[in-house]
């Protein structure tokens, strides 16, 4: 999803929506994630939520395209890419049906939706059928697999197979302890090209004993020192840094020395390739 804030409130905006992923809601609801920053995931027109890819009919009102044909359409191109796009649109339906409202949409928009949105919202979903609940999560695992920005985090936050209560009650289960290696896995291949959901996500993991991982100081720490980098380049002058010594020096203290220079090396790996994608100087 887009997000206009600037300076202190996009990492604020960020650190607010990692706390709310890696630490979901209780069993039940499902997450809505809004991870802030240039690397958030893609966002989503108003249009997009109602009538995708409908063809205009002249001197008529347009003909609205159902949730079916949407979705046949996405899945049809085999991008990871639509994909998502697919993931969204039900978890989308869901999300309405459950509440009568789209939190994000809204948040999106900066107001509450009128009533034609809503009226809208409910003729895409009325459609919505328990095969396609099922293959909500399917396509979610191929837009992360497919490296698609935003992905990786929205996967650890759904849990084992939409089961996050699995994590706690049945951690030794040989398919839980897989999908946990799958999850960490996409987002250290997305992390080392620099999409910024992902290391802000990996950081926030190693920071303690999770259902996931468990603690890894050096980890967490290279991570947060690319976090450093990067908004050292994006935040405008005078902004503070939010990941910047004066608040994360008790990590730095838990490490030796060459752990620190390993951390250092694995951030600057990550900080040049987010300059390369951006085409900021190298030491910008």
């Known amino acids: 999803m887009n997000n206009k804030l600037t300076g202190i409130s996009i990492a604020a905006a960020i650190a607010a929506a990692l706390a709310f992923v890696y630490w979901p809601a209780p069993d039940g609801g499902a997450p809505q994630v809004a991870a802030g920053g240039p690397a958030a995931p893609q966002g989503r027109s108003l249009a997009s939520y109602f009538n995708l890819d409908a063809a205009p009919v002249p001197a008529a009102a347009p003909v609205p395209v159902t949730l079916a044909q949407q979705l046949a359409r996405l899945a049809a191109s085999g991008k990871p890419e639509d ?7 039900l978890d989308d339906c869901i999300v309405f049906q459950r509440e009568g409202r789209l939190p994000g949409l809204e948040f999106e928009l900066g107001r509450e939706m009128t009533v034609e949105e809503k009226a809208a919202q409910q003729q895409l979903c009325a459609g919505l059928t328990q095969r396609q609940r099922e293959d909500r999560l399917g396509y979610l695992a191929a837009a992360a697999q497919g490296g698609v920005p935003g992905a990786a985090t929205i996967f650890l936050s759904e849990g084992p197979f939409g089961d996050r209560s699995a994590l706690r009650n049945r951690p030794d289960d040989p398919l839980v302890q897989a999908w946990k290696r799958q999850a960490i896995a996409q987002l ?3 992390a080392d090209e620099a999409e910024l959901t992902s290391v802000s996500t990996l950081m926030m993991a ?3 004993d999770g259902e996931v991982v468990q603690k890894d100081a050096p980890q967490a720490y290279g991570y947060l020192l690319a976090l450093r980098q990067v908004y050292d380049d994006i935040l405008a ?3 503070t840094n939010p990941y910047q010594d004066e608040y994360w ?3 730095q203290a838990e490490l030796t020395p060459e752990q620190q220079a390993a951390a250092a090396a694995k951030a600057q790996a990550i900080v040049a390739k987010y300059r390369q994608h951006t085409g900021r100087p190298a030491h910008g």
Do not use: E, S
């Open 237 to 239: 002058p005078g902004v």
């Open 249 to 251: 020096h008790w990590l």
């Open 83 to 89: 994909a998502y796009a697919a993931y969204n649109l």
């Open 188 to 190: 250290k291949a997305q």
């Open 206 to 208: 190693y920071l303690r």
